[in-house]
């Protein structure tokens, strides 16, 4: 971590990056991260430690919810999610059938863009700038995504021609031809012209936006597809888990109170002092989320309600699985992050389990569903919903390239 381009060291920023990563690494598991803050430097204290290391903020809590935010937006735009072509999705994926009108992730009826020729004239930076993140829902992901092109243009070769290449029999490319003659510009010139060529392309497309095939299912819990580029595995439990977990995730995030749903036979929970106290301190988030619990005692806590929108075996043991959750979480939890955590253990209940067997077209509704997810990459819990391997690893494995 850099602050004002000194390395430093904050826990309160090390919070606030394991904080954008929440739901998408396992437990036990750290980001990678290389997090370059610029900020007043009237705002920072840095002699806070002899060395300098470490550093205060004067409104630390802004700091630490910028970083989250920016970090989270920054994963989420590595994933476009596809629009439905209807504006509802089917609620349940055994009644789920793929229409027959559904077409390819990327229009490969147009070629892209040219490359333009070099030019030595340059002008200011004219790069759309990055959406600004919309005001914190309650427990949104609510993240903008950018706009990137679903093709990378082929560079040509040396010596082409100015005939067209062929990308894959799907589609031409217009080629650049070679410049007549080359003038070497002035050096900073040339940054800006090279900078300028470089925003020309995108980044790799992400794997939910190739054209996918289903081959058969491995064990009945591992499904493959088979790409342009290599063999896709999917976990069918992890991808369901993601499809349940943003669709209740979107209900949450346009109401502003969780219905909640009254028990018929009101529970007591016993718990500790420190249980009592941390329980305390959240009963206005759980309250929110539709849990229903108020005090009975100095360590005893009256719960008559729970979310109406998701089914519940045993109350009492739900609300004791969550303080639980609570107490491992290796960051604060906000009402956010809480109502996270609470529709993670509940989709992981309702979720298809590993070995039931799927039909075809319940395997290809659940793969466009997945697609529509703002974060379809891991489980609620972290876990990977798709590995890819690419023909290379594949050719290492049986010597056929080095």
């Not at 589609?171 to 090279?194: D, G, H, K, M, Y």
């Not at 976990?235 to 018929?264: C, G, I, W």
């Not at 109502?339 to 590993?354: D, I, M, P, Y």
């Not at 799927?358 to 876990?383: D, F, K, N, V, W």
Request: net charge positive; charged share 20%.
């Amino acid at each position: 971590m850099y602050v004002n381009r000194r390395p430093i060291e904050n826990r309160a920023l090390s919070a606030a990056i394991e904080a954008g990563y929440h739901t998408l690494l396992m437990k036990g598991r750290r980001p990678i991260c290389c997090l370059f803050l610029e900020i007043e430097p009237t705002e920072v204290d840095v002699n806070v430690h002899p060395t300098k290391r470490e550093v205060k903020f004067r409104h630390e809590s802004h700091v630490r919810a910028f970083v989250t935010e920016v970090i989270r937006f920054t994963l989420a735009r590595a994933h476009k999610p596809i629009t439905p072509s209807s504006p509802t999705i089917s609620k349940s994926l055994s009644n789920a059938v793929l229409p027959s009108h559904t077409t390819n992730p990327i229009d490969v009826s147009k070629p892209p863009l040219p490359i333009p020729k070099p030019s030595h004239e340059t002008g200011p930076d004219t790069a759309p700038k990055a959406p600004s993140p919309k005001s914190e829902r309650l427990l949104g992901l609510g993240l903008p995504n950018r706009e990137y092109q679903s093709k990378l243009p082929q560079a040509p070769k040396s010596g082409s021609s100015t005939q067209p290449l062929d990308y894959s029999n799907q589609a031409n490319i217009i080629p650049v031809p070679e410049p007549q003659t080359f003038i070497s510009p002035p050096s900073s010139v040339s940054c800006v012209r090279l900078q300028t060529q470089k925003d020309l392309y995108p980044p790799p497309v992400s794997l939910l936006h190739v054209p996918l095939r289903y081959i058969g299912v491995l064990g009945n819990l591992y499904v493959l597809f088979e790409s342009d580029r290599g063999l896709v595995l999917m976990d069918q439990h992890a991808a369901h888990e993601r499809v349940l977990f943003e669709r209740m995730l979107s209900y949450v995030e346009t109401n502003a109170v969780v219905p909640s749903q009254k028990l018929l036979l009101p529970q007591t929970i016993e718990l500790s002092t420190r249980d009592s106290q941390m329980l305390r301190e959240i009963l206005p988030a759980l309250q929110k989320l539709g849990i229903s619990l108020a005090e009975f005692g100095p360590h005893t806590f009256l719960l008559d309600g729970l979310p109406a929108l998701i089914k519940i075996g045993d109350p009492k043991q739900f609300v004791l699985d969550l303080i639980d959750g609570v107490k491992e979480a290796t960051v604060p939890l906000n009402i956010r992050h809480l109502g996270w955590e609470t529709l993670a253990r509940t989709v992981c209940r309702h979720a298809v389990k590993a070995h039931d067997p799927l039909s075809h077209e319940e395997i290809l509704a659940l793969l466009e569903q997945l697609r529509h997810c703002q974060m379809p990459y891991t489980c609620p819990h972290g876990r990977p919903t798709l590995i890819e391997l690419s023909y290379r690893e594949i050719e290492k494995k049986f010597g056929r390239v080095t």
